[in-house]
């Protein structure tokens, strides 16, 4: 385990499993503490949580890193306060966030991407994300990512919901029944480091990264 000191982002820790190299399975999760350990069905940090490592055990190695940026950076009180806003006027999270003065998304990714190169030396990964921020952070430091998005069943109607802000605020790629995406088409094709965005799956373009 190797920690992540808190610059202001929060730190975190880092837990490698297994012998690593270039191309291993890596996820790079932000705390949750609703989902993780009250199992709250709002979200789906959870099932993600949960799918990321049975998926780096099935690969035999891979890393987590653990970020301290619960609610988005904003901190646990601040997403407790988003979720009553949103209880209370049926807008999503990241609309409650902005009338509370909070950041839609406030979350850093720079100290993360800076350990997999230089602390474990990792020129190449298998990112397990659905979020274009992260591939952006990783690759902006030379990292070398493939694609492999998390496909996860909602476990209520708040967390389809929440798929879907998150799908439309923050252009992450969530498959919908509209979408192209299958079970199957998962995996994108390994992009160059100096590609400013990952390619998207067949026939759907990544849209641009918020920053």
Same mark, same amino acid.
């Given at each position: ?6 610059? &202001?982002? %929060?730190?975190?820790?880092? +837990?490698?499993?297994?012998?690593? *190299?270039? @191309?291993? #399975? ?33 690969? &035999?190695? %891979?890393?987590?890193?653990? +970020?301290?940026?619960?609610?988005? *950076?904003? @901190?646990? #009180? ?134």
């Amino acid at each position: 385990m190797i920690e992540l000191p808190d610059h &202001g982002d %929060g730190g975190g820790h880092i +837990l490698v499993f297994g012998d690593i *190299g270039d @191309g291993c #399975l890596v996820r790079v999760h932000s705390r949750c503490l609703y989902g993780e350990a009250l199992r709250s069905d709002d979200c789906d940090c959870g099932p993600e949580l949960d799918k990321s490592l049975d998926m780096i055990q099935e690969a &035999g190695s %891979g890393v987590l890193v653990y +970020l301290e940026q619960e609610g988005r *950076g904003a @901190g646990l #009180l601040a997403k407790a306060r988003g979720y009553l806003e949103s209880e209370q006027s049926g807008e999503d999270t990241f609309t409650s966030y902005e009338k509370l003065g909070y950041p839609p998304d406030g979350r850093s990714y720079e100290q993360a991407a800076r350990a997999l190169y230089d602390v474990l030396n990792l020129r190449t990964v298998q990112l397990l994300t659905n979020n274009p921020a992260k591939v952006h952070a990783l690759r902006a430091v030379g990292l070398t990512v493939q694609v492999v998005p998390l496909v996860t069943e909602a476990l209520s109607q708040r967390a389809a919901e929440y798929l879907d802000a998150k799908r439309r605020r923050r252009h992450h790629w969530i498959p919908n029944g509209e979408s192209p995406w299958s079970l199957e088409q998962t995996i994108l094709p390994r992009a160059n480091s100096g590609d400013a965005l990952p390619e998207g799956p067949a026939h759907e373009s990544a849209p641009p990264v918020l920053v």
